[in-house]
């Protein structure tokens, strides 16, 4: 059966320096996304390629 869902989401204020701003502003518009969108992904990608020392040495 088909379900309709809505994603969760959560506002939260945060501070950025404005050359950080005026940069991802930039990169958003040029690949056609909005600067939220943009952040998401840029959060997504640096939380899963975090470098966890503790981490690396029980896997080995």
């Given at each position: 059966?088909?379900?309709?869902?809505?994603?969760?989401?959560?506002?939260?204020?945060?501070?950025?320096?404005?050359?950080?701003?005026?940069?991802?502003?930039?990169?958003?518009?040029?690949?056609?996304?909005?600067?939220?969108?943009?952040?998401?992904?840029?959060?997504?990608?640096?939380?899963e390629h975090l470098n966890q020392p503790d981490r690396e040495?029980?896997?080995?």
């Open positions: 059966m088909f379900e309709i869902r809505k994603p969760t989401a959560s506002n939260k204020t945060i501070r950025m320096p404005d050359a950080l701003i005026e940069k991802l502003e930039r990169l958003a518009t040029e690949h056609d996304i909005s600067f939220n969108q943009l952040v998401i992904q840029c959060c997504e990608y640096a939380m040495k029980q896997e080995n």
